[in-house]
């Protein structure tokens, strides 16, 4: 019985070598393996770990639609931003309120970060991120500010 073929494996074409730009007299491992166990799995696309983990149905908004209304979510922006919070969608409401809930209005009592001014540290925050271009508060990337002219 011949296994069945997936529209997305693409067979190796024998009159074109196996090798890869480190060692030519050689096929990468990659090819080898999937050759030597081939199944459908073996070609498939490679999707990122959050597709497989159901995460991305959390992600979009449509999921957050019952709990936070839009007039919710304009109105917390709003008062967010005024204290220096830069919240981008419901989710991140969401997460926002339970990071207030765990430390406190603005992450005050955070064990380890400390929040800075106004204008200043995290684009996303005002928290203390140095010369990293991730906030591991909030999540921003790119996290630093643009310099002002």
Not at 2 to 14: F, G, Q, T
Not at 92 to 100: D, G, T
Not at 119 to 131: M, S
Request: hydrophobic share 35%.
């Amino acid at each position: 019985m011949a296994w069945p073929v997936h529209p997305l494996y693409e067979p190796h074409d024998p009159s074109r070598p196996l090798t890869t730009p480190h060692d030519p007299s050689r096929p990468p491992l990659q090819v080898v393996l999937r050759e030597a166990y081939d199944t459908i799995a073996s070609w498939r696309r490679k999707d990122p770990i959050e597709v497989g983990s159901g995460v991305t149905v959390i992600s979009h908004d449509a999921y957050w639609a019952d709990l936070i209304s839009d007039a919710e979510l304009h109105e917390a922006k709003a008062e967010a931003l005024a204290r220096g919070f830069v919240l981008k969608d419901k989710e991140h409401l969401a997460n926002f309120r339970a990071f207030e809930q765990a430390f406190g209005p603005g992450g005050a009592a955070h064990p380890t970060k400390r929040r800075l001014g106004l204008g200043l540290g995290c684009a996303g925050c005002c928290f203390e991120i140095g010369e990293a271009t991730f906030c591991e508060v909030c999540g921003a990337y790119p996290a630093q500010r643009q310099a002002q002219k």
